[in-house]
């Protein structure tokens, strides 16, 4: 073992401890060991950067943008609807349709996005049959990795691992290469669920219940007690506050004021307008306010400030239901904002709404919020504009949209560019199931349609695209050529064959699952399909068969993970909302990964000889 090769081990031990302990952004170590490695002499400018050239890379990143595109059209979230109306009260009956539509809506976008769009959907069914969310919500993120399974675009891995074959000279894999497996998985992971869910009776939510279903305005001014604190007032000629903005006026920390949304005339007609801090105003304004601090006097505040009572129907602005939402959101297990104040995190600022309620171990907080610091499981209750509201939910960095109230049906309008999203989606796979046109030209086509026919806008587009895990693709593909540089693939590759090598193909597949798999456990999937895809070739090649089953014997296993919450950011979602520990994971997730398993070392060789 040579100096330079021991020095790669130490740099990705040192990498694999960062991405287990978090201590670290993963994209941030990646682009270290892309410094590191160049540094020290072991790759080349050109090859630590290589990764910034392969069309896989573009690929993945064109599908967060047509995913964004489905989300927006509301094809999404019309398959949830839907799946409610069909569902009915039968826990049973859902389990079967949720796994289904989620694996499917996963196999053509993003399945963490699929898996956020589905937790409002699940939250509220289980509200609805007055079940513990836990039932479900392990069965949604199985579901979700499961469609990595199910076309060749689904997931990351499936595509380093295809790549690796054309970088070796190789035919990839077709579009459906995997769907069999998928298939057969898929069903036998419903069976699997309808039989262990009777373990999954986590607490019930019986207090909580009306966070977590589909609320009404109603519903949840009364969870935050909002009752009483809603106002409309009128700018008047003269008053101190015309011509001044939201933050230099500071009426939250004066008065205890939030300003929600401002009517203003504008060609004979008031519309409503988003307000930020930035904001400044002209008399005649109409403030919609909401009055936090109970000790503070309305007649006081108005006289100061010339201002105006107007009337105000319905409460707490649900007759603005249009132009105001609600909404309720909840951090991210991995969130950096856990720990910090909504001041420090400048949230009004960052997202354009505003924080008027946070329950708290079920339990609605009084007082003014904006100094409180945030805790896990945490949940807040935003207002503003339905827009800002959208896309907070389509982020998905650090907060998580769990509740949208009813009015938001009638706020958001009929998606009329929906069937548009479908047709692009659908031309997509059709370019890329002929094979003439290569995979991410396709995609892109199928972005750039979807620009034309306005499914999404520029600004979205950029945004929908997430830039950490691209970056890491990146940042850990160079490990894989300074592995093969350094003899390290050689090494691993021989002691592989020392272990199973003498026992044929089979044990050997098992082997590649199990180790794969095993790293899984601790870096994420897409940069263990990274370091294992060659590693997988060379054995083929050593053992002289085909290359083929295993490389899709690793693509399989790095989406079977199921074994812990922090396996895949699909786990970490449902952890919250679903009450889950550590240990459910672990109970029900290894016999799951065995299973899964037994079915690819059987079923791969059928479909690719060795």
């Known amino acids: 073992m040579t100096s330079e090769l021991l020095w790669v081990i130490a740099l990705l031990g040192i990498a694999v401890i960062f991405f287990a302990t978090g201590k670290l952004r993963m994209d941030v170590v990646a682009l270290l060991v892309i410094v590191a490695f160049v540094l020290s002499g072991t790759l080349s400018l050109s090859e630590a950067f290589a990764g910034f050239s392969d069309p896989n890379v573009i690929l993945i990143a064109a599908l967060f943008i047509i ?30 349709l949720l796994m289904l539509t989620v694996a499917g809506l996963g196999a053509f976008m993003s399945s963490t996005g699929v898996v956020a769009i589905f937790i409002p959907v699940v939250l509220s069914v289980c509200a609805r049959m007055k079940t513990s969310p836990s039932r479900l919500m392990m069965p949604l993120s199985f579901a979700g990795l499961i469609s990595g399974m199910m076309t060749l675009v689904a997931t990351p891995p499936n595509l380093v691992v295809n790549s690796e074959l054309l970088r070796e000279g190789l035919h990839g894999f077709s579009f459906f290469s995997v769907t069999p497996i998928g298939l057969v998985v898929l069903v036998l992971g419903i069976i699997y669920m309808l039989v262990v869910r009777f373990a999954l009776n986590g607490k019930k939510n019986d207090d909580n219940k009306d966070g977590w279903k589909r609320s009404t305005f109603r519903d949840l001014i009364k969870t935050y007690r909002l009752s009483g604190r809603a106002r ?12 001044h903005t939201l933050d230099e006026l500071k009426l939250r920390e004066r008065y205890g004021a939030y300003v929600i949304g401002l009517e203003r005339w504008r060609r004979f007609r008031r519309v409503m307008v988003n307000v930020n801090g930035q904001t400044e105003f002209h008399a005649r304004d109409v403030l919609l306010v909401d009055m936090s601090a109970s000790d503070v006097d309305l007649r006081e505040f108005c006289s100061e400030n010339l201002l105006e009572p107007m009337v105000l129907r319905g409460e707490y602005f649900s007759d603005q239901a249009m132009d105001v939402g609600m909404a309720e959101i909840s951090l991210i297990p991995d ?24 329950k708290r171990h079920g339990e609605a907080l009084d007082g003014v919020l904006v100094d409180e610091p945030l805790m896990l499981g945490d949940i807040l209750l935003v207002v503003g504009g339905w827009k800002l509201i959208s896309l907070m939910g389509s982020k998905n960095r650090d907060f998580l949209v769990l509740n949208l109230p009813v009015e938001e049906l009638d706020a958001s309008p009929a998606h009329s560019q929906a069937p548009h999203a479908i047709f692009c989606l659908a031309l997509m796979v059709a370019l890329m199931l002929t094979d003439e046109i290569p995979n991410p030209i396709a995609a892109i086509i199928a972005c750039l349609l979807m620009g034309k026919f306005r499914c999404i806008s520029v600004e979205s587009a950029y945004k929908s695209v997430h830039w950490p895990s691209i970056i890491l693709i990146v940042g850990m593909m160079p490990f894989a050529l300074a592995l093969q540089k350094t003899g390290g693939v050689d090494l691993i590759v021989q002691g592989l064959m020392s272990v199973g090598g003498g026992y044929g193909p089979y044990v050997m597949l098992i082997c590649l699952f199990v180790l794969t798999a095993g790293i899984g456990l601790f870096i994420s999937n897409t940069a263990t399909a990274v370091l294992m895809a060659p590693i997988a070739l060379a054995t083929a090649k050593s053992m002289g068969l085909s290359p083929y089953p295993f490389a899709m014997i690793v693509a399989m296993a790095a989406s079977a993970a199921f074994m812990t919450p922090v396996s895949s950011p699909v786990n970490t979602l449902v952890l919250g909302p679903g009450n889950y ?30």
């Not at 969130?335 to 946070?358: C, W």
């Not at 997730?589 to 060795?610: D, I, K, R, S």
């Open 232 to 243: 409309r007032l009128s700018i008047r000629v003269g008053s101190p506050m015309v011509g």
């Open 67 to 96: 995913g964004d595109g489905l989300v927006r059209t509301g094809v999404a979230t019309n398959m949830g609807a839907w799946l409610i109306q069909v569902a009915g009260s039968s826990e049973t009956k859902m389990l079967v």
């Open 581 to 610: 520990r550590f240990g459910d994971f672990v109970k029900l997730g290894v016999p799951f990964t065995l299973m899964v398993m037994v079915v690819c070392v059987l079923l791969v060789p059928v479909l690719f000889p060795f």
């Open 335 to 358: 969130s950096e904002m856990i720990g910090k104040t909504l001041r420090q995190i400048g949230f009004r600022s960052r997202y354009g709404l505003n924080v008027v309620g946070l």
